[in-house]
């Protein structure tokens, strides 16, 4: 199967719901980070003390929250990653679009908060490798669109 790519203006219109489910598995993986803390600190308060009563059921609970986060995290992502979008950091909300350019692959970059889609990069650069979108890509893309 060939791989999904992109034209700028494509991209730009999935980004509304891009943002709004990067959102979600963020949200989610708070979350899970919070419970395991939560599991750090009451193991080593059992630790210190030597044994505790710990409440069975409020434990339960929060397990059981934390397995619905990662389930969530897994099917936002997922989701994502079927529209050929990809997931590169989900701490800071970093996505990138195959796009050809040149009869080459590029990469569009967007991390959360960003308000539009401005930068790229090659396969090979990733993040720290962003480049401004110049005008040979946007006019490959005007052609690309017609």
């Known amino acids: 199967m060939a791989q999904q790519t992109f034209t700028l203006d494509e991209a730009h219109l999935l980004l509304p719901v891009l943002e709004s489910l990067l959102k979600q598995a ?65 701490d800071i909300g970093l996505l990138d679009f195959p796009c050809i350019v040149d009869d080459g692959m590029i990469l569009l970059c967007w991390k959360l908060g960003e308000e539009k889609i401005a930068h790229w990069h090659s396969l090979e650069e990733g993040f720290k490798g962003r480049k401004l979108i110049d005008e040979n890509i946007l006019k490959q893309q005007k052609k690309r669109s017609n």
């Open 26 to 90: 963020i949200q989610a993986k708070k979350l899970v980070e919070q419970v395991d803390k939560e599991f750090q600190d009451l193991n080593h308060k059992i630790f210190l003390v030597g044994g505790l009563l710990i409440n069975i059921a409020k434990t339960a609970t929060r397990k059981a929250e934390r397995e619905r986060a990662v389930q969530k995290i897994k099917d936002t992502l997922s989701e994502i990653e079927a529209t050929g979008v990809q997931v590169k950091d989900l």
